[in-house]
């Protein structure tokens, strides 16, 4: 997250309704708002991290205990079905055939984009990880391999 004061409470509380097991770490971005003070209550764990998608989703991912690390934007709310929607699947490093999830940002651009892409999910089972993603821990580790020149 990064400056989420207004919306982090709702969100990480979402997460708890939808997936009440789940190990929730938020990490924050230096935040120059209340955001810490909102979510620090709502998560098991609250990481500061420089600021940087890559780098907060590295160090949560460095926390974390579970096998799956499925990632939530702070501005994107999940259902209450988000547990069930986290499925096992035959393909090992697949966590979640797909994600549906709101996007709640004022921007109403990123809103109306937010239809298209569930509309998507829901009928290829294929999800965009532009606003969550998941992936199970032996993958989201695993060295990149490098493609070889021709």
């Known amino acids: 997250m990064l400056n989420e004061e207004r919306t ?3 969100h990480a509380g979402a997460i708890a309704v939808g997936a009440p097991d789940a190990e929730v770490i938020v990490v924050d971005g230096a935040s120059s708002d209340r955001s810490r003070d909102q979510a620090r209550p709502r998560c098991a764990l609250l990481l500061v991290a420089p600021r940087g998608l890559a780098r907060q989703m590295n160090a949560g991912a460095a926390a974390a205990h579970g096998d799956a690390l499925v990632f939530v934007h ?3 709310l999940v259902p209450p079905t988000f547990a069930r929607d986290i499925s096992s699947r035959s393909d090992a490093a697949v966590v979640a055939d797909r994600l549906i999830c ?3 940002t004022a921007r109403r651009s990123l809103r109306l984009i937010g239809w298209p892409i ?3 999910s ?3 089972a294929r999800a965009r990880a532009t606003r969550r993603s998941a992936v ?3 993958f989201f580790f695993r060295p990149a391999r490098r ?4």
């Open 74 to 76: 702070a501005d994107t």
């Open 118 to 120: 569930n509309t998507r």
């Open 102 to 104: 709101v996007f709640t």
């Open 122 to 124: 829901r009928l290829s």
């Open 147 to 150: 493609l070889s020149q021709h």
């Open 8 to 10: 982090i409470a709702a």
């Open 136 to 138: 199970r821990r032996r």
